[in-house]
């Protein structure tokens, strides 16, 4: 019952900078961790960052000093912009949220993903 879009990949070339954006929405009470993860062909599903409704940010060593994570609470969206890419940043990116819907008088807890955003860097 919560959906995420997420915006903003594209093809850039090695040392270029993409912003990713991710929407979320429908019956949402309140939202808690929001982040993205990536997958790139043939390889596992990896963390990328976390921000926290505080705002509080972890990221993976490997997006450590170039990738930001940030939210707008107002808005349910989470972005992430990414700095000096390299080529093994190629992958689908996907954010995710979790926290608590409206469903009458209860607020039961959720966890979605969005459909990912491809995102290449190559020269």
């Known amino acids: 019952q919560v959906q995420l879009v997420e915006s903003g990949g594209g093809s850039v070339q090695p040392g270029g900078s993409l912003r990713l954006s991710c929407a979320a929405s429908g019956s949402i009470f309140s939202i808690d961790d929001m982040g993205w993860y990536r997958q790139a062909p043939g390889k596992r599903r990896e963390w990328v960052a976390t921000?926290?409704?505080?705002?509080?940010?972890n990221y993976a060593d490997s997006v450590k000093g170039r990738s930001t994570i940030s939210r707008d609470n107002a808005k349910n969206m989470v972005y992430l912009q990414m700095d000096s890419l390299k080529p093994e940043d190629t992958a689908v990116y996907s954010c995710y949220a979790d926290g608590f819907i409206i469903r009458g008088r209860d607020r039961p807890y959720f966890n979605s993903w969005g459909q990912g955003t491809q995102v290449t860097v190559s020269s």
């Open positions: 921000i926290t409704s505080a705002g509080s940010t």
